[in-house]
């Protein structure tokens, strides 16, 4: 990506009016502001992947395009793009892998840390590829746990543990806080983990080229949902989250209110086509009928 095409998407997609002014006055604001933009603009989804069966030759064109359309796609284009995005501003990004508990593939995450945003050696994880509500960089200068941080629905909180390990975890009103994947704080509060990080393995992007094989592949194979069917996460309605999970015979739609309130309900294939074709214009009614003609669910 040049920095002209990174400040046209800038100023023509997220709406940042001169974002190099902006990053000379204050980058922490224009950072979040960025993290902000990129996820009420960008979907978290595997839509792309039904649409060709040679995902796992894309370079970083495709990445591009996708990126810059608006058709979004999972942690292994968007944190990617958005380092590189990053980078073209002026800031010093590098990458670290990590894993989502419960899902069969280790090493199946990768993220971002910019670096001495506030002063010489600070770290800040910066991870809009995900399907959760993250809109601002973390500062990782505590000891041992985070304050609370709250965006829609999800309050979320982090947890440092030997050798280099972050461990994101969450609370919600709709959330089972017990088994093997809960942690409690210092007061005694339980949280969900959400994502584990590994801070000491950096990474380029493109070993997970293979990542995005696996999964790919896991979706034609069946494997364990939702990789077996549809993933999307979206803002729509300025704060409001629109959350998918289709596989087998369920479609699921979730609609996260600002308040944090949930509705939820099942909905057909055809409602989720025509949902698609009225809300998300960047994909179009070519594209869309030809991924609901192959996709899996019903």
């Known amino acids: 990506m040049t920095r002209d095409e990174a400040l046209h998407f800038m100023k023509n997609k997220l709406n940042i009016s001169d974002p190099e002014t902006q990053f000379a006055k204050d980058k922490v604001e224009l950072l979040n502001r960025v993290i902000e933009r990129l996820k009420k603009t960008i979907p978290f989804t595997n839509l792309h992947s039904f649409m060709t069966t040679q995902l796992w030759d894309l370079d ?4 591009k395009r996708h990126m810059l359309s608006g058709e979004g796609g999972i942690c292994t284009w968007i944190n990617p793009f958005t380092k590189a995005l ?4 002026g800031y010093k990004v590098h990458h670290i892998c990590g894993y989502n508990p419960g899902v069969p593939i280790w090493d199946n995450h990768i993220s971002t ?11 800040h994880l910066v991870d809009p590829g995900t399907r959760r509500p993250l809109n601002a960089a973390i500062p990782l200068d ?3 746990e ?10 979320s909180k982090f947890f440092k543990e030997k050798g280099g390990r972050l461990i994101w975890c969450a609370r919600a009103s709709t959330m089972t ?18 994502l584990v990080y590994f801070m000491d393995e950096r990474r380029n992007w493109y070993p997970f080229i293979r990542i995005n094989a696996e999964f790919y592949r896991a979706v034609k194979d069946n494997m364990t949902p939702p990789f077996n069917g549809l993933v999307f996460f979206a803002y729509i309605d300025g704060d409001s989250i629109i959350n998918v999970l289709a596989y087998g015979d369920s479609i699921v739609k979730q609609l996260y209110k600002p308040d944090g309130s949930l509705e939820q309900g099942t909905i057909s294939k055809q409602e989720l086509l025509r949902f698609f074709k009225e809300r998300f214009p960047q994909y179009s009614n070519a594209a869309l009928d030809e991924v609901f003609s192959i996709c899996p669910f019903s």
């Open 60 to 63: 970083e064109y495709d990445l």
């Open 146 to 155: 985070s304050p609370e941080y709250r965006f829609n629905f999800l309050t």
């Open 113 to 123: 840390i910019v670096e001495d945003l506030t002063h010489p050696g600070s770290l």
């Open 86 to 89: 990053l980078e073209r501003l």
């Open 142 to 144: 505590f000891e041992k």
């Open 177 to 194: 806080l017990n088994g093997k994947y809960t942690m409690y704080d210092s007061e005694g509060k339980a949280w969900k983990k959400q």
